[in-house]
């Protein structure tokens, strides 16, 4: 919401947000439909490729193209998992709790790429921004905790790096980066970056040169993370 906010307010830009439950954005995101409307909400669930499909439609018929794709979303536990199934200890680790979590914060990115492409190509400077975090460094891997959130956003970066190089041709970018510790849900209330600072520092380092963010693991100052 906080990246979808300060691109409406800040950026002027037309905005899709997309959600689960689109039902549930507040109604100052996403005013009723008019010709001057700036926002749409837009219903996906990465677990659903149907849904995401019909996501890029709607977009296609609203759009002539997309600047930019924010792939978001993401769990750090198994949804309806005990947490030790996807964040525990190795004997504690359920198979059916790990694809769930690729497939939210994987596979469901990656298809979003792929379902929004045609579209991100009629720009003259696309740019997908997959928001991972410095749990999927290898570089800083600290201990065994969070292993499928590691191990997936560690995925993630690799896509986006894919990803990168196909943009390249195309005067794109793809960048993945750690919005560091946010007070959201997933952050909880003592997380010391408010969600509106951090979606304002993502997006300044997402507009700028695309050959200096592509294919890039960078924190919301710019500066690279160890992969
Ligand atoms: N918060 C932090 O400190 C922190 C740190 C490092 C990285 N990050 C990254 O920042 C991003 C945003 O996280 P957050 O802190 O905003 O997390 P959050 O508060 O838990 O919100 C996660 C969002 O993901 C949505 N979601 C969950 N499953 C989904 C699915 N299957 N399809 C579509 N949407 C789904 C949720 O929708 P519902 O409302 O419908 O559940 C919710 O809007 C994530 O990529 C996260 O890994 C966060």
Not at 35 to 62: F, M, R, W
Not at 76 to 92: D, F, Y
Not at 101 to 115: E, F, H, R, T, Y
Request: net charge negative.
């Amino acid at each position: 919401m906080a990246i979808a906010s300060t691109l409406l307010d800040d950026y002027d830009a037309t905005v899709a947000l997309a959600a689960r439950n689109p039902e549930l954005i507040p109604a100052d995101l996403v005013p009723p439909a008019s010709p001057a409307g700036k926002s749409l909400a837009i219903a996906l669930d990465y677990t659903d490729q149907v849904s995401i499909t019909k996501a890029a439609e709607s977009c296609h018929a609203a759009f002539e193209h997309i600047d930019l794709l924010v792939n978001c979303a993401a769990v750090n536990r198994a949804p309806g998992w005990p947490p030790e199934a996807s964040k525990g200890s190795l004997e504690a680790l359920r198979a059916a709790a790990l694809e769930e979590i690729l497939s939210i914060n994987v596979i469901g990115p990656v298809m979003a790429c792929q379902a929004f492409l045609p579209l991100l190509l009629r720009s003259k400077r696309p740019c997908v921004v997959n928001v991972s975090t410095s749990r999927a460094s290898l570089g800083l891997v600290a201990g065994p905790g969070s292993f499928g959130y590691a191990v997936s956003k560690a995925a993630l970066n690799m896509a986006t790096r894919k990803i990168a190089a196909q943009l390249a041709d195309s005067g794109g970018a793809a960048v993945a980066i750690d919005p560091g510790w946010v007070r959201t849900r997933m952050g909880g209330p003592e997380a010391p970056i408010e969600p509106a600072a951090a979606a304002a520092r993502l997006l300044k380092v997402a507009i700028r040169n695309a050959d200096s963010i592509n294919g890039r693991f960078l924190n919301l100052d710019g500066e690279d993370v160890p992969w």
